[in-house]
């Protein structure tokens, strides 16, 4: 079974991952890739580590070539550029998973409030949202897919359990989120200069951060009831990884066995989501350039709050890596097809 491919949007960090990912998915083929930047280069000659490996060019964008030439389209294009070209290719029909944020929030109003006006809004009740370990059938199921973003796949994971379990409360949850330079795209900025963010740190976009929404409508769904937080993401000067904190109040009588209990059972047979032992907690590096999810907790008994800490790659499992995935469960796959690959340690 071999699923042709199409990449629109293809020269960004979350492009060029995803397709390094395809290139050794035994199932995958990847005939189209685009980039109005690079339209008529070879993909080598922009993305030297990929020569000798693949002799795709890149192409400009077009409906038409995309249509004939594949039958699922990752599209890995900014917000609003999405919602302008995912009903062409639906309504032609390839299956889509989309990278950006235009169809994560199933409320139009919200949608709107936080990015601009939804000119698909007819797609985001069919729309399915794709973290694979929560909707997994529905994936299975679904043509049109929008993976989640970085930061709230890293917080959706380690609480969604215990918030559809009843044994985290709902009122007065902080996250506190860090991510590398990669999340901010590859496209040139003063604030991602080499100088700007070696040896800074630095917290930004607080209170106003438009993961903020996404978050809320999972935790929300997941505690059956609406739920407001606090989410302060970080800029730290590593290239790619997010290590979340969240704090939040155990239910009554709640203990920490069984928490991490709950959790353990909750994921026994999910392949990329790993609860650590009592004692250890997770770290960035140990999570480089794979589809993992490694989760700790602590509760703190003298304050009465739970501490959980989780870590994934965020070109990876927060984008490329989770939408490979879903393609997966999309086309009856094994779920971690084209997705073994160990972390880049050291």
């Known amino acids: 079974m071999t699923i042709k491919i199409g990449?629109?949007?293809?020269?960004?960090?979350?492009?060029?991952?995803?397709?390094?990912?395809?290139?050794?998915?035994?199932n995958a083929e990847v005939t189209v890739i685009t980039s109005r930047k690079y339209a008529g280069k070879r993909v080598s000659e922009v993305?030297?580590?990929?020569?000798?490996?693949?002799g795709l060019?890149?192409?400009?964008?077009?409906?038409?070539?995309?249509?004939?030439?594949?039958?699922?389209?990752?599209?890995?294009?900014?917000?609003?550029?999405?919602?302008?070209?995912?009903?062409?290719?639906?309504?032609?029909?390839?299956?889509?998973?989309?990278?950006?944020?235009?169809?994560?929030?199933?409320?139009?109003?919200?949608?709107?409030k936080w990015y601009q006006e939804h000119s698909a809004p007819q797609y985001l009740e069919e729309s399915v949202y794709g973290l694979p370990e929560l909707y997994g059938s529905e994936i299975a199921r679904a043509r049109l897919i929008a993976n989640p973003g970085c930061y709230p796949t890293s917080c959706i994971l380690p609480m969604a359990p215990l918030l559809r379990a009843g044994l985290v409360q709902p009122e007065g949850i902080i996250i506190d989120s860090k991510s590398g330079t990669s999340g901010a795209g590859r496209s040139a900025s003063t604030a991602t200069l080499f100088c700007e963010v070696n040896e800074g740190f630095k917290a930004y976009k607080i209170g106003q951060h438009?993961?903020?929404?996404?978050i809320?409508?999972?935790?929300?769904a997941a505690a059956g009831r609406p739920v407001l937080l606090n989410f302060t993401p970080h800029l730290v000067p590593m290239s790619r990884g997010i290590l979340s904190t969240i704090y939040c109040t155990p239910a009554s009588g709640v203990t920490e066995n069984e928490l991490?209990?709950?959790?353990?059972?909750?994921?026994?047979?999910?392949?990329?989501?790993?609860?650590?032992?009592?004692?250890?907690?997770?770290?960035?590096?140990?999570?480089r350039g794979t589809n993992f999810c490694h989760?700790?907790?602590?509760?703190?008994?003298?304050?009465?709050?739970?501490?959980?800490?989780?870590?994934?790659?965020?070109?990876?499992?927060?984008?490329?890596?989770?939408?490979?995935?879903?393609?997966?469960?999309?086309?009856?796959?094994?779920?971690?097809?084209?997705?073994?690959?160990?972390?880049l340690y050291p």
């Open 7 to 26: 990449i629109l949007g293809g020269s960004g960090y979350t492009g060029i991952e995803l397709l390094r990912i395809l290139l050794n998915h035994a």
């Open 295 to 343: 989760i700790g907790l602590k509760l703190d008994h003298r304050t009465g709050r739970l501490i959980m800490v989780s870590a994934i790659d965020n070109l990876c499992r927060g984008a490329s890596g989770q939408a490979v995935q879903n393609m997966n469960l999309m086309e009856k796959l094994d779920e971690g097809t084209g997705l073994k690959a160990l972390a």
């Open 216 to 220: 809320e409508q999972e935790f929300s």
């Open 47 to 54: 993305f030297p580590s990929l020569s000798g490996v693949t």
């Open 210 to 214: 438009r993961h903020t929404p996404e």
């Open 57 to 112: 060019a890149f192409t400009e964008p077009d409906v038409k070539q995309l249509v004939e030439a594949s039958e699922i389209v990752f599209t890995c294009v900014p917000h609003q550029t999405a919602m302008n070209i995912v009903p062409s290719l639906l309504e032609n029909g390839l299956k889509v998973i989309d990278l950006s944020a235009d169809f994560r929030i199933r409320d139009k109003t919200v949608y709107e």
């Open 260 to 287: 991490r209990c709950h959790l353990e059972d909750f994921y026994k047979t999910a392949p990329f989501v790993q609860v650590l032992p009592s004692g250890s907690f997770p770290n960035v590096l140990n999570v």
